[in-house]
């Protein structure tokens, strides 16, 4: 009987593995910050870039099929993304989600077109830019005291 296992071709899974633990990490982040796309969302979303480039190269796609392919999973997930924007009166919220889950979605084909480097170098940036630069923006945004009246 043969194992499982020796079919199995861990280096096709290798980039889908490390696509869901980048893309899980930002899902973290959101998580942490109740909103709406969270881990399991981003981890998703990221593996399944991941997997759609890795598939494409397992069934022999080349240079054009896999520009089209890339394409195709940019637009789809724009989708998403878009679901996730929400209008109420004068307020837009949900930009950011959309925007975190276009950027996860380049992590997952970088991970799926074995480029590890540029996929960690966008996860940090990512949570660089939500950490640091979403406080910042809070306190630009914050309304000004108007105690002094002239």
Not at 40 to 69: E, H, P, W, Y
Not at 100 to 119: P, R
Not at 135 to 148: A, E, F, Y
Request: hydrophobic share 50%; with cysteine.
């Amino acid at each position: 009987m043969e194992c499982i296992f020796e079919k199995v071709d861990f280096q096709s899974i290798l980039p889908m593995v490390i696509a869901m633990g980048l893309g899980g990490l930002i899902g973290i982040e959101r998580e942490l910050h109740n909103k709406p796309a969270g881990f399991r969302t981003n981890a998703l979303i990221c593996m399944g870039a991941a997997a759609f480039m890795v598939i494409a190269q397992k069934i022999g796609l080349g240079g054009d099929a896999i520009s089209r392919m890339t394409a195709g999973i940019v637009t789809g997930v724009g989708f998403i993304g878009g679901g996730a924007v929400l209008r109420d009166r004068a307020n837009i919220s949900g930009v950011t989600t959309a925007a975190t889950i276009w950027v996860v979605t380049s992590i997952g084909i970088a991970c799926g077109t074995h480029l590890y480097d540029m996929a960690v170098s966008i996860t940090v940036l990512s949570l660089i830019v939500l950490a640091v630069l979403g406080p910042l923006d809070r306190k630009i945004r914050r309304p000004k005291n108007s105690n002094s009246q002239q």
